[in-house]
Structures are given as structure tokens and as C-alpha cells.
């Protein structure tokens, strides 16, 4: 494959792409704003020091030491793919250009990347959006791929394609990968150095509070574990708990989960299902434990490190490809319990266990954890900011 036939199929292809936009735009998953600034590369011209790119709401919520290291007193324009993602970047960016990226489409990335001028262009996580990567080599911006993770799926995928994956893999000026598993993919793939810098959520403030309440919190939950989550709720024995929070990850559908939770008789006296988005750290950090969702079907699971840094003891189904080398540090460390199976009564059982237990976590252990990895961040951010 080549950037050729890439196009050829992108064209092929793109009316019926958007008929999947309208059927997203029907579900609430895109509106007006996001239809004109993707699909029509909508927006004023400007010049930028640096444009970075998060697809959604968790790799939003890597980037905070970044910003502070290397955004301070710099225009910047933050670019999105989903709804949620943005409308949290407005309101925790608000000094900085928030808009939707255009698709990889070679006419909207033209005109993307010929008003949104810059020198430096930073990609958060697995983004290989092969028509960007081309415009930026061919315009000389310099580009960062931080973060970088890629799931099996997707590694097998890009090896049938080696020699196009390889070229795309020279346009970066550096690439960070957030494992050491996801290192070795990536140096397999791009015949090229990658570096490893840990996962950015490791790189955020601690906000450990003293918990004197029992408060459990469900947090990133999916449609698909609507289900799952009611049953093990109603197994739980409430009267040892203040409250449970419910952090949907999509809170279009909270009146799918309310079904759910009634179809389940679980009283709704002590459930809170939060509605709005960028209030996870608030409630991570009164809950004594928090599930991450993702986990209860084959997602890759929900990475735990902000609820970690809040102090709150992390549990997690079995589903956790994605975050597999961190969930297996953080158990090392006694810092989280993970599920072998999808076993109602067991995970009940265990959070009810739990709750009681006064000395959950070591403190200790959680701050040694996060503040060993700075100095590894600080060197790549001053590298990037002095290129």
C-alpha cells in the first residue's frame, strides 16, 4: 500500500462515510460544529507555536504536565475528535484554540494545515493519519508522536503494510511510547529508534485526600457494561457504603443505565450518575475505591492512573489489553485488584470486603510511584520545546 492507493480508497469510500456521519449525527456522537470543522475543514487562519492533537477525553486528560512544561505563554491550538473531548478541552484549555481535526481526507487536510500555521506538531497516543503525516513532512513542521501506544489489532494490521507504515513512521521527528511493549511494536513497524517515556498520566499532580467516607465510584462506564455494572450493585451490600457514583463515559445514554439499575432493583437512595463531563478527579478523590470500566467486554479497558492519583484503590475486569503493563506494575504494588472473570457475585463480594479494610492503600507507595517519573518527562518536553 502507498499514499496512492490510500487515497484512491478514501475516495471510494467517502459517501459512504457520509452517510456513517449523518447516522453519528442521529445519535447525538457529532453536531453542527463538529460537521463543518471535519468534514468541511472549517475556521479562521492563524499561526500557531504549536498545534496537539487528542482524539478524546483520555488523552485530553494526559496532556496537563505537557501544557504546563512546554505550553506556558505559547499560542496553541488543541485539536479534537469527539464531542466530549471538546467540549471538556473548552472549558480546562480555556486560553488556548480548541477545534475538531478535519478527517484524513487529502482536500481537508490541505486546508487544515494552510490556515493553521505552525513549526511544531504534537500527536497524542496511536494517531497515524497517513495525509497529515505526508502535508507536515511536505511543509517541514516538525512532528512528535507522544504517548505512542498501539493495540494488537492494530499492529497486525499495519504489518501487512510494512513499507507504507515505515514511511509514515520517518515523518516524526521523535516518537515517545508509553510502554515498553508498545516500544517493541513500534520499532518492529517503523525500522527506527522509539523511545520510551512511560504513560503521561503518570505525569499529573496528586491530589491524595483523606477518605472519610465509603464512597464507590464506577468511573469510564460503557453502554456495553450497563448490564454488568446494575447487577454487581444490586449484590453489593449498601448499607456499608455512603454513596456510588456512576461516571458513564458516554452520558448521552444515562437513561439506558437508569433501566438498567430499575430493571435491577437498585434503590437509587445512595446512586449518583454524573451527567457532565470533566468532574472525574472530584469524585476519584472521595472515593475510597473506584472501578474502571472498559473492562467488562472486549474493549482494552480504561487506564487507572488519575483515579490512582486521587487515592483512590483501583478494581478493573479482565478486559485491560491496552493498560496490561500498567495494571500488572500497580498490582505488583498492592495498588489495585484485577478480575480474572466477569463473576458478578465475586466482584461484589470483594468490593464489600474492601470497603471495610482501613489501611487499603499505602499512600507511600502511590507518591513514589508518580514522582519517579518527572525528570524522564522534563527531559522529553525540553527536548521537544528546544528543537
Known sequence: MN???????????????????????????????????KLLS????????????????????????????????????????????????????????????????YPLVNIFLTKNKTDKFIWIDSEIWPNYLYALRARNIKTYLINARISEKSFVRWKLASTFIKDLGSVY??????????????????????FFCENLKFYQKLNILTKNKKNLCFASVHLQEYGDIAKIISKIKLNNIDKIY????????????????????VSS?????????????????????????????????????????????????????????????????????VFKEIDHN????????????????DINKIEYLFNKKIKKLREITNKISND
Request: net charge positive; with cysteine; charged share 20%.
Open 3 to 37: 499514499i496512492l492507493i490510500y487515497n484512491i480508497i478514501h475516495l471510494f469510500i467517502f459517501p459512504f462515510f457520509l452517510f456513517f456521519f449523518g447516522f453519528r449525527f442521529l445519535f447525538k456522537k457529532e453536531n453542527v460544529n463538529s460537521f463543518l470543522q
Open 42 to 105: 472549517a475556521g479562521s487562519v492563524n499561526n500557531y507555536d504549536y498545534i496537539i492533537h487528542v482524539a478524546s477525553i483520555g488523552e485530553l486528560n494526559s496532556i496537563n504536565f505537557i501544557i504546563k512544561e512546554i505550553f506556558t505563554n505559547k499560542k496553541i491550538l488543541i485539536t479534537c475528535s469527539t464531542l466530549s473531548s471538546y467540549q471538556l478541552a473548552i472549558n480546562k484549555y480555556a486560553q488556548f484554540k480548541i477545534q475538531y481535526l478535519p478527517y484524513d481526507f
Open 173 to 194: 521527528k521523535d516518537i515517545y511510547a508509553s510502554s515498553l511493549g508498545d516500544k517493541k511494536k513500534f520499532e518492529i513497524l517503523l525500522k527506527r529508534k522509539v
Open 246 to 265: 456512576i461516571i458513564p463515559r458516554h452520558p448521552q445514554y444515562i437513561s439506558i443505565l437508569s433501566n438498567e439499575l430499575s430493571k435491577n432493583n
Open 269 to 337: 437512595e445512595k446512586i449518583i450518575v454524573l451527567n457532565e463531563i470533566g468532574k472525574n478527579k472530584e469524585i476519584y478523590s472521595i472515593s475510597k475505591v473506584t472501578f474502571m470500566g472498559g473492562s467488562l467486554f472486549i474493549h482494552g479497558g480504561q487506564n487507572p492512573l488519575e483515579a490512582l492519583s486521587c487515592g483512590s484503590y483501583i478494581l478493573t475486569g479482565p478486559h485491560i489489553s491496552n493498560f496490561s503493563s500498567i495494571y500488572n506494575e500497580l498490582e505488583s504494588q498492592k495498588l489495585c485488584g
Open 346 to 361: 465475586l466482584i461484589s463480594n470483594l468490593i464489600d470486603k474492601i470497603m471495610n479494610e482501613t489501611e487499603l492503600l
